[in-house]
T-cell receptor
Framework: NAGVTQTPKFQVLKTGQSMTLQCAQD?????MSWYRQDPGMGLRLIHY???????DQGEVPNGYNVSRSTTEDFPLRLLSAAPSQTSVYFC???????????FGSGTRLTVV | SQQGEEDPQALSIQEGENATMNCSYK?????LQWYRQNSGRGLVHLIL?????REKHSGRLRVTLDTSKKSSSLLITASRAADTASYFC???????????FGTGTRLKVLA
């Protein structure tokens, strides 16, 4: 039982490159979300999903895409990386939207 | 904009003392949660309090919720060095599935 697995743990991108951050969970949780954490800013919600095939925007969705084709996976795509997207990205899941989250260990992304 | 704001931003206490941190939010909520984050790691869920509850306990943690003032407090009793971490509140906007986090309180417990 791995919980929430995020890959990669570290990544350096050049401006304009694209990449996908992976999030996989084995708890059969319906609710999944992506946050970014910047120093002094707390966590900001990027996108979230309440079940397979359903996604919605959070506070800061610009520059990111998501899809939810299965219950287990919720990848986050950076379309054209910018230095402003340098951050730590966390995936979080919950059995239901109004329950406590389980967080992944994060992906530290640097865009140069 | 942040839904929740923690206060104080930073707190330093001696081991054995109690630590209190507060969270204020802006809109009606279904529930409020508190999380702990050790440096460089993912967040860990501590406690959830629903909008129709006023107080909740879990071990050395006590959470209160005042929906009329749109505020919550987290009390850690008999603090330990291992409690050193950042603490965040998270609220959902009523009627949505969006959980918004505050900016956190950095707690340092001195041995």
């Amino acid at each position: 039982n791995a919980g929430v697995t995020q890959t990669p743990k570290f990544q350096v991108l050049k401006t304009g490159q694209s990449m996908t951050l992976q999030c996989a969970q084995d708890m059969n949780h319906e609710y999944m979300s992506w946050y970014r954490q910047d120093p002094g800013m707390g966590l900001r919600l990027i996108h979230y999903s309440v079940g397979a095939g359903i996604t919605d925007q959070g506070e800061v969705p610009n520059g990111y895409n998501v899809s939810r084709s299965t219950t287990e996976d919720f990848p986050l795509r950076l379309l054209s990386a910018a230095p402003s997207q340098t951050s730590v990205y966390f995936c979080a899941t919950a059995d239901r939207p109004n329950y406590g989250y389980t967080f992944g260990s994060g992906t530290r992304l640097t865009v140069v | 904009s942040q839904q929740g704001e923690e206060d104080p931003q930073a707190l330093s206490i001696q081991e054995g003392e109690n630590a209190t941190m507060n969270c204020s939010y802006k809109t009606s909520i279904n529930n409020l949660q508190w999380y702990r984050q050790n440096s460089g790691r993912g967040l860990v869920h501590l406690i959830l309090i629903r909008s129709n509850e006023r107080e909740k306990h879990s071990g050395r943690l006590r959470v209160t919720l005042d929906t009329s003032k749109k505020s919550s407090s987290l009390l850690i009793t008999a603090s330990r060095a291992a409690d050193t971490a950042s603490y965040f509140c998270a609220t959902d906007k009523a009627g949505t599935y969006k959980y918004i986090f505050g900016t956190g309180t950095r707690l340092k417990v001195l041995a």
